[in-house]
């Protein structure tokens, strides 16, 4: 399993299904007193990456780990190797019956590329603009040769989903951060609505609400040996004095594969979650619950995944729990104790707001003249349509009247043809 967890964790794309050279020591455990369930590994489905182009970097993965002799190089192969490209070229000896398969994936992702630009073009009514040059922004594969998955290929697949997924935390921090400048941005703007009498009490519940989510219990820290503890005595119903880090790696190693991942990791941090945020209470914020996990993961990757590989081995693991801070940790600082934007930067984002409402209002007031412009023309169409059938009914009943010879007061025709 290290390859697909290495390849999707951390997206270095091509490490096969084998077993890790530095293998957990087995340890018994009495399962009766682990509350947790056993789990097949076989069971378990990779994580979603959330790159656009997931599904076809899984289909890539699935074909390359059935040839051997890639899963032979890759097995020596190291994380720098990886990331750099140089095991693409061991693609120019896999079996043809692979090949074959890999170029029918790229076809048919080229093919899912294309349709997903032409809608675009449709939904923007252009359709001058030239695919190839929008086929560019797509670099995780060469567009060029689209019926070939040749090194390049792999060697694009690996870089850009490296990098992707690098920025990936990056960007849910930036996310988060626009999530509550948008909070603060609403709520000031409600309160201009509000008369003073309103304004107060809605002011006063604020700080109430807020004051009452910063009273919750202390967060331990992220990784330390309270922490740690208290999820081993809680989740896993063991004896806290019997403390083991080793059998802790391995009962949170939920694949057995040899390494606590990042959704592993974030799993541990429930209980601590759990002491500031309900999702009954009004003022508990599940998103901001979410952007504390990622927080404490990111924290506990820091201090102890030493090869930056985005995995924990159990040596890793090992040495954290001999550290200083590991047995006399400071508290977690919540995020209710910190400030995540300036007034300087709320000002700007509501700007940015401004020109972005601005813009969608001008749009809106040239639909809606092209809307009246098209009523005005309608209107007068049916004018014209209505002119035109009183001109026709006026000229159809002139010639009925000419058709029809004039009658006499009885009913009888004055004149009567000659017989």
């Not at 097995?75 to 043809?96: C, F, N, P, T, Y």
């Not at 086929?135 to 019926?147: A, G, M, S, V, Y």
């Not at 081995?313 to 801070?325: G, I, N, P, Q, V």
Request: hydrophobic letters at 30%.
């Amino acid at each position: 399993m290290r390859w697909r967890i290495i390849l999707l964790q951390y997206c270095f794309l091509l490490v096969s299904c084998i077993l890790t050279a530095l293998e957990a020591v087995p340890i018994d455990i009495d399962k009766t007193k682990v509350k947790t369930q056993p789990v097949d590994s076989a069971k378990i489905e990779p994580p979603d990456t959330g790159l656009y182009y997931d599904e076809y970097l899984k289909q890539v993965i699935d074909v390359l780990e059935t040839d051997n002799h890639f899963r032979e190089k890759l097995q020596k192969a190291d994380i720098e190797e990886i990331k750099s490209g140089r095991l693409s070229k061991e693609l120019d000896l896999v079996s043809h019956h692979v090949r074959t398969k890999l170029d029918e994936l790229k076809r048919q992702e080229v093919a899912r590329l294309r349709m997903l630009i032409k809608a675009k073009l449709d939904s923007l009514q252009d359709t001058g603009i030239d695919h190839h040059a929008l086929l560019k922004q797509f670099d995780h594969l060469n567009h060029l040769n689209p019926d070939k998955f040749e090194s390049t290929d792999l060697d694009m697949l690996i870089k850009a989903a490296t990098s992707d997924l690098e920025h990936y935390d990056k960007t849910r921090h930036e996310e988060f951060k626009k999530y509550e400048m948008m909070k603060e941005h609403e709520r000031r703007e409600y309160l201009k609505t509000l008369n003073e009498e309103k304004r107060k009490e809605e002011e006063s519940r604020f700080e109430e609400m807020r004051k009452k989510h910063e009273n919750h219990p202390k967060v331990n820290h992220p990784g330390s040996k309270d922490q740690l503890k208290e999820v081993w005595e809680e989740t896993d119903g063991l004896d806290p004095n019997d403390f083991d880090p080793k059998t802790f790696f391995k009962l949170h190693d939920v694949n057995n594969d040899g390494f606590l991942d990042e959704q592993e990791l974030e799993a541990l941090f429930t209980k601590e979650l759990e002491k500031v945020y309900d999702p009954k209470n009004e003022e508990d914020d599940m998103v901001e619950m979410e952007e504390e996990r990622l927080r404490m993961r990111e924290h506990v990757m820091n201090e102890v995944d030493a090869n930056k590989d985005r995995l924990v081995t159990l040596d890793e693991f090992l040495k954290a729990t001999e550290k200083k801070e590991f047995l006399e940790p400071d508290s977690w600082e919540t995020m209710d104790q910190q400030q995540f934007f300036t007034e300087e930067e709320l000002k700007e984002y509501e700007n940015l707001i401004s020109l972005q409402e601005n813009e969608l209002k001008k749009k809106a007031d040239e639909l809606q003249k092209q809307k009246e412009e098209l009523q005005r023309q309608h209107d007068q169409l049916e004018a014209q349509k209505q002119e035109y059938h009183q001109v026709v009914q006026q000229m159809e009943q002139k010639k009925l009247e000419q058709e029809i010879p004039p009658s006499g007061p009885g009913g009888k025709l004055k004149f009567e043809p000659l017989i």
